[in-house]
């Protein structure tokens, strides 16, 4: 008797929390209505300097997921084509149909995108809205909207995490050892040389000790004012800081060039040779007229191409760079900065 009290109590249990569970669900639209997005500015906008202060304005219809709910809207960016696999920011806000941003923060976030920033060109986007409730539900997007932004050139001013640690004297104030966030959405990245084995190293928010994160307990998961992050063999470490996740990754790397341009073709890489006062790596080496990559640890794990043509700047995954014509060069790479960049300097 016993056991079949239990079991009516556990079927009731069951039950019982299926219907909460589909209670729940049915509070969901079946059929949410996404945002519609207005771009009042047009189909093609110059931004000039002079207009620096001038806000640029983004208004949308609401979403609608089936009840009332706080809804967080961000009107995101990203270059036509790319499919929002960089999708930069614009405005934010919650529960309100409109958000403006500066003319120039607008253009902050668009001319790190153009291959040559002091001479800027058309950039063809893409924007939509993002609606989200919680974690828990998939977004809302409205249809994409596409729109010209030619920005004008100022010096680019990118969001930075300086990196304190035992191999620079535990200085957040250094302003060389820093990663930056290229699209200014909480993704950082860049390369330091850590000259001594075993560094321990910390992020922080500014040049101090008030806002910092460090790694405790799980690898690759950092904590406010958690412990230091210990690295391993002295080299040039690639840093990647997820900050909206709390997420972080390090990896020792060493270059190399690979290409049909080379004597041994893509099968055997021509390593380079880092230079800690410049912070480039170079090599000097005969090249015929064809084709070469860079590469991290002989892998195509991490490489790096020329997406604009022979531009000199560096896209992960790019294209093969030309060659221009066969000779002896010292190529140059050079990840130092916040845009990565090449020379093919013919001897």
């Not at 806000?55 to 967080?72: C, H, K, N, P």
């Not at 950039?123 to 919680?134: D, G, P």
């Not at 030309?322 to 050079?334: C, D, E, F, M, S």
Request: with cysteine; aromatic share 10%.
């Amino acid at each position: 008797m016993k056991k079949i009290t239990i079991l009516i109590l556990v079927l009731g249990l069951v039950s019982f929390l299926s219907c909460k569970k589909d209670e729940t669900k049915a509070t969901l639209s079946s059929s949410p209505n996404a945002s519609v997005l207005n771009l009042a500015s047009g189909a093609q906008v110059v931004l000039k300097k002079s207009d620096s202060a001038v806000l640029v304005t983004y208004t949308w219809s609401a979403s609608s997921f089936g009840q009332v709910v706080v809804i967080g809207y961000t009107v995101e960016m990203d270059l036509v084509g790319n499919n929002f696999k960089n999708a930069i920011p614009v405005v934010q806000a919650t529960n309100v149909l409109t958000a403006s941003i500066t003319t120039w923060d607008l253009n902050q976030k668009i001319l790190p995108m153009e291959y040559d920033p002091k001479n800027p060109t058309p950039m063809n986007l893409e924007f939509r809205v993002k609606a989200v409730i919680n974690a828990n539900i998939a977004p809302l997007y409205s249809a994409v909207v596409p729109q010209s932004i030619t920005p004008y050139f100022v010096k680019i001013i990118y969001p930075i995490l300086f990196v304190p640690g035992s191999y620079q004297g535990w200085n957040p104030a250094d302003s060389s050892t820093v990663v930056t966030s290229k699209s200014s959405n909480g993704l950082y990245e860049g390369y330091i040389w850590f000259g001594i084995d075993n560094a321990l190293f910390k992020y922080t928010q500014g040049p101090n000790w008030n806002t910092n994160w460090g790694d405790t307990g799980q690898k690759g998961i950092l904590v406010p004012g958690g412990d230091n992050i210990a690295a391993g063999l002295h080299g040039y470490y690639k840093l990647d800081v997820d900050l909206p996740n709390l997420k972080h990754t390090f990896l020792l790397t060493a270059w190399s060039l690979i290409g049909d341009a080379t004597s041994g073709g893509w099968n055997t890489d021509t390593d380079m040779t880092y230079d800690t006062i410049a912070k480039t790596w170079s090599a000097t080496v005969n090249l015929s007229a064809a084709n070469i990559k860079f590469r991290a640890n002989h892998k195509w794990d991490l490489n790096y191409g020329d997406d604009g043509t022979n531009s000199g700047k560096l896209s992960v995954g790019g294209a093969n760079i030309a060659v221009p014509a066969a000779g002896n060069y010292t190529v140059i790479l050079n990840l130092s900065q916040p845009i990565y960049k090449y020379q093919l300097k013919k001897n």
